[in-house]
């Protein structure tokens, strides 16, 4: 399958601060690409749909200034937490799709601990 | 309103036999449904998938069956190894828009005791 890197894979932050994940799509070019955010127990909660070159779609609850998520190139989107909060703290994917077609390539995670 | 259950949190299966995840869902729409297993600290691994236009989609040890009518899949796998250990995740799309957003389930934790 495609390959999706995260970086960082573990990032710990201070309350107010901004931190910027990165997610790429390493051997293909991905139109759409998706930001998930787990919870311990519960399942992947998309936060967000990004497609190339357009405004993030951002699901209901998810608040877009705080998410920032960026999709400039085909192979790169970052998702942007800013003024964080220990409540933030969170694993965080990414995925990587193309246009009509139903699979979704996950990127690794990045960890995030907000102190 | 969770749309993808999975009633399930957990599962302890002996090695060699099979495993038997369920998912239920409630959003008729969902035309494409997925399963993904995910190892901790890492991003989900796609599995196997299936069309709504289908009942049963085999791979290797891996089969997913699927009861419109009912709105519940299944996934099994036989025979269990340790390696199959993991969270697996049901997940069904309704391919919206021209890009596809999957609404995930909560996961079963699968433990396959050697």
């Known amino acids: 399958g495609a390959v999706v890197s995260q970086h960082p894979s573990r990032v710990i932050c201070k309350s107010g601060t901004s931190v910027k994940i990165e997610c790429r799509s390493l051997?293909?070019?991905?139109?759409?690409m998706f930001w998930y955010r787990q919870f311990p127990k519960k399942s992947l909660m998309l936060m967000a749909t990004?497609?190339?070159?357009?405004?993030?779609?951002?699901e209901q609850g998810v608040e877009k200034d705080k998410f920032l998520i960026n999709h400039a190139s085909l192979t790169l989107s970052t998702l942007t937490v800013t003024s964080a909060h220990p409540e933030d703290s969170s694993f965080y994917i990414c995925?990587?799709?193309?246009?009509?077609?139903?699979?979704?390539?996950f990127g690794p995670g990045t960890r995030l601990t907000v102190t | 309103d969770q749309q993808v259950k999975q009633n399930s949190p957990s599962l302890s299966v002996q090695e060699g036999r099979i495993s038997i995840l369920n998912c239920d869902y409630t959003?008729?729409?969902?035309?494409?449904f997925l399963w993904y297993k995910k190892y901790p600290a890492e991003g989900p691994t796609f599995l196997i998938s299936?069309?709504?236009?289908?009942d049963k989609n085999e791979d290797g040890r891996f089969t997913v069956f699927l009861n419109k009518s009912a709105k519940h899949l299944s996934l099994h796998i036989v025979p269990s190894q340790p390696g199959d250990s993991a969270v697996y995740f049901c997940?069904?799309?309704?391919?919206?828009?021209?890009?596809?957003?999957?609404?995930f389930g909560t996961g079963t934790k699968l433990q396959v005791i050697p």
């Open positions: 997940a069904a799309s309704a391919g919206s828009g021209g890009y596809q957003k999957v609404t």
């Open positions: 990004s497609n190339e070159g357009s405004k993030a779609t951002y």
């Open positions: 051997d293909f070019q991905a139109t759409t």
């Open positions: 299936i069309s709504s236009i289908k």
């Open positions: 959003n008729s729409m969902f035309d494409y």
């Open positions: 995925s990587a799709g193309q246009a009509l077609s139903y699979e979704q390539y």
